[in-house]
């Protein structure tokens, strides 16, 4: 059974924004939030943020226990973590101005705009996942991905506003 595809809005101000920090974190992957409001499953995006992308050696080998196989290496450019603590300062952020997290953003230097089986493995249902891809330091195709019943990624429309 398929669902309804949903769709989230957002400004070209708002690609651009993620698109730059893309480039401007390349090699590595960069990551942020997105804020705004989210009705069924359609998504309007109000603001975006940046955050630090805190995966490390530390969060490798946590992941690396939990699923019993090794993340695909070490680097820290493989993979993206958002701090806990970071994502709850966020939290707070957006219910003081009566918005959501509706969706995270991160790139994929030198990769397709496609989840890594990590990202499927870490994702949450609700939130859109927006993935840049980077190639030679130049932001390229963003497409957004949600996951269905079966834990599965769906792409979604992007409508730019
Ligand atoms: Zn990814």
């Known amino acids: 059974m398929t669902q309804n595809p949903g769709q989230i809005k957002i400004s070209s101000q708002h690609l651009e924004m993620m698109r730059n920090h893309a480039e401007t974190d390349y090699p590595q992957e960069c990551c942020g939030l997105l804020l705004g409001h989210l009705v069924g499953n359609q998504k309007e995006v109000v603001k975006a943020i940046a955050t630090r992308n805190s995966w490390n050696a530390t969060e ?7 699923t019993g196989k ?48 990590f990202d499927g493995a870490i994702a ?19 497409l957004s991905w949600v996951l269905d019943e079966e834990r599965q990624f769906q792409a979604e429309n992007i409508i730019i506003d």
């Not at 994502?87 to 101005?97: D, F, N, P, T």
């Not at 509706?102 to 030198?110: E, L, M, N, R, T």
């Open 70 to 117: 090794p993340p695909r290496d070490e680097h820290q450019d493989s993979n993206f973590s958002i701090a806990p603590e970071e994502m709850l300062q966020v939290q707070k952020q957006a219910r003081a101005e009566n918005l959501e997290i509706v969706g995270i953003y991160h790139s994929h230097p030198d990769g397709e705009a496609k989840p890594s089986e």
């Open 60 to 66: 490798a080998a946590a992941f690396a226990e939990v």
């Open 124 to 142: 949450w249902p609700i939130y859109s996942y927006l993935i840049v891809s980077v190639r030679t330091g130049k932001a390229e195709t963003v």
